[in-house]
């Protein structure tokens, strides 16, 4: 059975992630801007920054490639992994590899710093206003992900490739 994980960062955060991912499973992982064609594999790990509810852009081209395969995705966000944003947005990214006909054995969101330019962007455009509770929100995502975040990404991939693994070779 063939897997690859690809990801998508704009800070960093994701790369993280998948850097942890890949080194847990001895498994490559490329930026998604030189990532291998997904019909080479059987199982793949998608990630992303959420921008907007959604994996951004790039990911979201990369996943509209991904056709009858079993996905693992992960991502980061600002917001709290546990919130409502973040469960809508996982709901969404399945949804989206959903449409391909791909099967999603499990998914990983947690907090990631915010790029500074998309927090002054959204303040600009009055669609979230600096609030305390916003600034705290902020500050706990800056430290983020963490070593724990990381150990939690690592084995919910790690089941789901144990899973895939198992059942490719019934």
Known sequence: ????????SCTGNTRK??????????IACH????????????LLAVGFWVRQGLPDARAQRYIQTIHNKNVFYFGTLG???QSEHALRCSR??????????NTVL????????VNP??????????????????????REAARHPDAEDLQ??????LLSLTAARAAFHQ
């Open 117 to 138: 330019q998309v927090v002054a962007a959204s303040q600009r455009k009055g669609t979230h206003p600096m609030t305390a509770a916003r600034q705290e929100r902020l």
């Open 92 to 101: 969404a990214t399945a949804a989206l590899l959903e449409q391909g006909g």
């Open 1 to 8: 059975m063939r897997a690859c994980i690809v990801y998508s």
């Open 152 to 157: 939690a990404a690592c084995q919910r991939w």
């Open 79 to 81: 917001a709290w992994p």
């Open 17 to 26: 992630v998948a850097e942890a991912m890949a080194e847990a499973s001895g």
């Open 31 to 42: 930026a998604v801007r030189h990532a291998p064609s997904p019909q080479e594999y059987d």
């Open 106 to 113: 499990d998914g990983f969101l947690c907090q990631g710093k």
